[in-house]
């Protein structure tokens, strides 16, 4: 094939056929294909579209690019979770402990943040000790013993997505719902989970920031899992406000602990549980009390025996910020806008987040939330904590939080259920 026809073919509107496909894939990921030409076919695809079976193709092509990991010795089913991306996400942390209680394994593996969305990896290093990377060796011997790992995904799975990502990120061509699909895709099937479950964000802190569009997506992931083998199923959830009262690495980890002993906020408690009865349901086991594990401690030992085997010290203190700002309520009235994006922009700016790859990132920084939308404020209370290493970073932030709150608007649009629907 010929690298210029196969991006004129998308240019001009016409379907990849699966050698086409292939083959592209494949040259990219040996360096035979230049950046520029992927580039262009990048957003060849993302102006003209790809019908499902190019997408399946594509998603096929990346996991071949790589390796393909193996749970089927294990002693019990896997169900894993990936959420498409938001601000005050930290589901994960609880999430993977609350299901492995129930005797199903979590192979949880994750990324770090970039832009204003936070990642996993970030959160969790802000535990003394804890270490992300382990070898595919030592993720099974940890499922089999603990039942749930959230580590670094290894450099071998879906190489192909690696460079894409990176490429699309600079390219403008990330907010594509067949590169989304694939990209998440071909990373949980080359994964080897038998059960997925997609937390499918809708709202101003997402990727599709309207229903009709993460509905497509949700459909477009759960068929190429179903497709794959892989028991998979979608939920479509709200991120149009900070998910919880904490945006922020070592803030965050505080949340999901609050949420192990059995409080933390509705939201965060409400789609924790959503998700592990999803989960659990996609391994077979429906009659189980997944509140009761938060409430009697059993999913905080898990937690504790996890973050242990991999070097952290579950007990010790978290890190806190030298320097914190109060915002305040401007005006009295409900609070109807709480708004995702700036909020993720805000604490990103603070340093909880990075700007390219290879910055590091603060564990103190971020936002504590004092009022969700639907709450009563009154003229001059707290609305939110800043919280940074460097006190320079304030007024960037500030700035970023300009439009973020909303006091007194239609408070029809505050939503009633963080899950808008489930999608089998
Ligand atoms: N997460 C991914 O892994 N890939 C995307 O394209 C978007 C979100």
Redesign the pocket.
């Known amino acids: 094939f010929d690298t210029v026809d196969v991006i004129a073919a998308k240019r001009d509107g016409r379907a990849l056929s699966k050698e086409q496909i292939d083959w592209v894939i494949d040259a990219y990921t040996r360096g035979a294909v230049a950046e520029e030409q992927m580039a262009a076919l990048a957003m060849a695809i993302f102006i003209n579209d790809m019908a499902p079976v190019e997408i399946a193709h594509w998603t096929q092509a990346m996991i071949d690019s790589g390796e393909r990991m193996d749970f089927s010795s294990l002693s019990r089913p896997t169900s894993d979770k990936?959420s498409?991306?938001g601000v005050g996400d930290k589901i994960t942390l609880p999430l993977a402990p609350l299901v492995a209680v129930f005797d199903v394994a979590v192979p949880q593996l994750s990324?770090r943040g970039l832009g204003h969305t936070g990642g996993t990896l970030d959160k969790l290093e802000s535990i003394p000790g804890w270490q992300a990377g382990l070898s595919n060796e030592a993720i099974v011997d940890q499922l089999e013993d603990v039942g749930a790992v959230i580590c670094a995904a290894g450099s071998g799975l879906a190489p192909a997505?690696k460079k894409l990502?990176a490429l699309?990120d600079i390219t403008s061509t990330?907010d594509?719902i067949p590169?989304?699909?694939?990209?998440?895709m071909s990373?949980k099937i080359a994964e080897g989970t038998s059960g997925l479950v997609l937390d499918v964000k809708v709202g101003s802190g997402a990727?599709m920031k309207d229903l009709a569009k993460a509905r497509t997506l949700a459909q477009t992931m759960v068929e190429l899992g179903k497709s794959a083998g892989v028991n998979t199923s979608a939920l479509l959830t709200d991120m149009s406000t900070p998910l919880g009262l904490t945006v922020g690495n070592a803030l965050e980890v505080r949340e999901s602990v609050e949420v192990l002993a059995g409080g933390g906020p509705a939201d965060v408690v409400d789609l924790t549980v959503a998700l592990a009865e999803e989960m659990l349901r996609l391994a077979g086991k429906t009659d189980v009390d997944v509140r009761a594990a938060l409430a009697d401690g059993r999913a905080m030992d898990k937690w504790k025996q996890m973050i242990r085997a991999q070097h952290g010290d579950p007990d010790a203190s978290l890190p806190v910020a030298e320097h914190t700002e109060v915002v305040t309520a401007t005006d009295s009235g409900v609070l109807t806008k709480l708004d995702a994006l700036s909020v993720g922009v805000a604490s990103w700016r603070l340093g909880a987040g990075r700007a390219r790859k290879e910055d590091p990132v603060q564990d103190v920084a971020g936002i504590e939330l004092h009022a969700k939308p639907g709450d009563t404020v009154t003229a001059g209370q707290p609305l939110m904590t800043l919280h940074t290493a460097t006190p320079e970073r304030f007024e960037r932030a500030i700035e970023a939080l300009e439009s973020a709150v909303e006091i007194g608007g239609d408070a029809a649009s505050v939503p009633e259920s963080i899950v808008f629907d489930t999608i089998t």
């Open positions: 990936h498409t991306g990324g997505d990502y699309r990330v594509c590169l989304i699909a694939s990209s998440i990373k990727f």
